[in-house]
């Protein structure tokens, strides 16, 4: 597929004044249901707010770095990030969230791309890891196809819909990232409809 043919999407840092639109995005059960399991119903902007100041205060070194992904009209369609970044034992973990117009084109695995490179080239981080429920086939599917390894299950450790559903954890080394990226970007330019445009993306580690 052609360049010219793809959706265009940049990456900003992400703030709190983003957090009306994150909210409204969370207001659907499903949604908020999938992406965090601590949050298990949706909540009003206020609370939304709260949840994430820790994340998005100012911390030198950086605790988590966020960023929200914008379309050629600065419209806002996903949120990606790394959080509970440790600097002694150089991981993190990688969350991405992606609203319903803009799934199953690509850009959740694009953005996880680029926060692996982030991540393993800038932050010279040595692992990233990720969870999610075991009914939820699409995050297998995007891990599975940038080179995450399966690491665990926590068995019933996520409610949601009235059922205990299992946590898959899986993890990404940097070796495996290195020894993958090729392969993981040359799938990606082949069969994904977005292309992220790293020109306008300020990712920038410690």
């Known amino acids: 597929m052609t360049d010219s043919a793809k959706t265009t999407i940049s990456l900003r840092p992400m703030g709190l004044d983003d957090i009306p639109t994150v909210a409204e995005w969370f207001w659907t059960f ?6 965090d399991r601590d949050l298990p119903v949706p909540v009003n902007i206020d609370a ?6 820790s994340a998005l205060e100012f911390a030198n070194p950086p605790r988590a770095l966020w960023f ?3 379309d050629s009209h600065k419209t806002s369609v996903a949120i990606c990030g790394l959080q509970a970044i440790n ?20 850009l959740a695995r694009a953005m996880a791309v680029v926060l692996a490179d982030l991540a393993f080239d800038q932050m010279r981080l040595n692992r990233l890891s990720t969870f999610y429920r075991d009914d939820h086939s699409a995050t297998q599917r995007i891990v599975d196809r940038i080179g995450f390894k399966k690491e665990g299950c926590r068995r019933q450790a996520w409610y949601a819909d009235g059922l205990l559903r299992d946590v898959i954890q899986v993890g990404l080394l940097r070796q495996e990232w290195l020894d993958w990226r090729d392969q993981a970007k040359t799938d990606l330019e082949v069969s ?6 790293l020109k306008r993306t300020p990712l920038e580690g410690p």
């Open 30 to 35: 499903q949604d908020v249901a999938f992406f």
């Open 48 to 53: 939304v707010r709260e949840s994430w100041r």
């Open 68 to 70: 929200v992904a914008e």
């Open 87 to 106: 600097y002694v034992h150089g991981d993190a973990v990688l969350a991405v969230f992606v609203t319903e117009p803009m799934r199953g084109k690509g």
């Open 192 to 197: 994904g409809t977005v292309s992220i445009d």
